[in-house]
């Protein structure tokens, strides 16, 4: 038995240390799972694992994810958030910090379209930051609210991260999505409540549009192409999410109920060309690809892990915490935290969910509140330096006079502001339980 634990303790040692010396995640995780599985208990690792792979290949809600991924990708291909956001800019802008309110509901509607955060940052830097520093916004700030609203795809559904989850915990996908309609509405309003609060101490930090320059656009004419530019998005998000909280559709059938409308709208912008189809395959292929790898791959490295008693130590960690569930709760909380400055959302996933799920259950803890308090938590791993995927999404496309300091600098109040948000989720669980209850789930 001391072997055994003794042989999880260096699993995972030994699969941090390759992950530090950059070792891809996927090659890692099989790397020590098979390694260290073989030490702990032979060849009969290889015999458990191919039932593994294939519960995993055979799942019907997989198809989920490369349907979902088509449908941000080809709405992203389209260049509908180029128009969205040059308008809700135009709406928002005589406010001070304006501007950046705009580009929050931007990356909520976003969020709830294409769900993708690297497409949804790269747009938003292309587009929103040169015109942000040309217009007096301090490059913290302008940093900060691109890199914050760009996630926000990563709590409001249909996220990549509650399917994974879903999985994981053995969840409804229909429940957690609506489950996270509270947390992530009540994220947006913090950030654009903290924006106009600044607005108004630091009005230098983020002036509005000038007057000029928002009277050379009717007002009419404006509201015309907002209502034009917003229709098609919001109706899609209706017709997917609707039919999945509604119980009218499966999550894989509303997936592909907005993979065609996604191409619908396109093809009513006259952007759709079989070029556009082609890249956005291509894209949908790789992203997929690299998800269901790594999904493999976490098999074997949770297999060896369970077989080597890891969870036995895992739960006589959390039986010398001292103060119950709720240390245990903010423990876990912490450990993801912690994690997020090292690895990405689905590696912590995969590994830090799995271990402390089954005893956190045990003492009685309401699965769909953890699962919104671990979604709310791995919003933070895309802004925590030095590996916040955010920022280097942002950096890629940062004008020469914007350096890492003020991407750095800009993220901090915002990762402080998700913190604020998930210590009212816990607090208050029935901002994440209140709508599955609502609809009887």
């Keep these: 038995m001391f072997e055994m634990s003794t042989y999880a303790i260096l699993m995972l040692v030994g699969f941090f240390v390759l992950l530090m010396i950059g070792i891809p995640v996927a090659i890692s995780l099989a790397t020590v799972g098979f390694v260290f599985g073989w030490l702990g208990f032979g060849d009969g690792l290889f015999n458990l694992l191919p039932a593994r792979f294939y519960g995993i290949v055979s799942g019907y809600q997989w198809m989920a994810i490369p349907l979902f991924v088509f449908m941000g990708v080809m709405l992203e291909k389209s260049r509908l958030a180029d128009d969205l956001l040059d308008v809700m800019g135009h709406i928002a802008g005589g406010t001070k910090g304006g ?66 989850l879903s999985d994981i915990m053995q969840l409804s996908v229909g429940t957690l999505f609506a489950a996270a309609v509270g947390p992530g509405m009540l994220l947006a309003v913090i950030y654009i409540i903290y924006i106009l609060v600044m607005g108004w101490l630091r009005p230098d930090s983020m002036p509005p549009i000038p007057v000029a320059e928002r009277d050379a656009v009717s007002r009419r004419e404006l509201w015309v192409r907002f209502f034009k530019v917003l229709l098609p998005p919001v109706l899609l998000v209706v017709a997917v999410l609707g039919s999945i909280v509604g119980g009218v559709a499966a999550p894989t059938e509303a997936a592909s ?12 912008s006259g952007r759709f060309t079989l070029k556009t189809l082609k890249d956005t395959a291509l894209e949908t292929s790789k992203i997929t690809a690299i998800m269901m790898f790594i999904l493999m791959t976490a098999q ?22 001292p103060g119950g569930v709720n240390t245990a709760i903010w423990f876990m909380m912490l450990m993801i935290f912690v994690l997020g400055f090292f690895i990405e959302w689905i590696e912590i996933s995969y590994i830090a969910v799995p271990l402390f799920l089954p005893i956190l259950l045990n003492m009685g803890v309401d699965p769909v509140w953890l699962a919104m308090l671990i979604t709310v938590n791995l919003q933070s791993s895309f802004l925590t330096p030095p590996f916040g995927w955010a920022l280097f999404y942002l950096k890629g496309v940062a004008p020469p006079e914007v350096n890492i300091k003020d991407i750095y600098r800009g993220v901090v109040p915002f990762i402080a502001l998700q913190l604020l948000t998930l210590a009212l989720v816990f607090f208050y669980p029935q901002i994440a339980l209140w709508l599955p209850k609502a609809i009887g789930w």
């Excluded at 294409?114 to 942000?132: H, K, M, S």
């Excluded at 109920?257 to 009513?268: R, Y």
């Design 99 to 164: 501007m950046a309110v705009g580009i929050v509901l931007f990356g909520v509607l976003m969020g709830a379209t294409t769900g993708i955060v690297g497409a949804t940052i790269i747009t938003l830097g292309l587009l929103t930051l040169p015109t942000l520093i040309r217009r007096g916004y301090d490059k913290s700030v302008a940093c900060g609210v691109i890199c914050a609203s760009g996630t926000l795809g990563q709590i409001i559904p249909p996220s990549l991260i509650l399917i994974l």
């Design 257 to 268: 109920m907005g993979a065609v409308g996604a191409v619908l709208i396109t093809a009513f």
């Design 300 to 321: 074997v490295f949770a297999l060896s892990f369970r077989g080597l008693h890891g969870e036995e130590l895992i739960a006589s960690l959390f039986d010398a915490l």
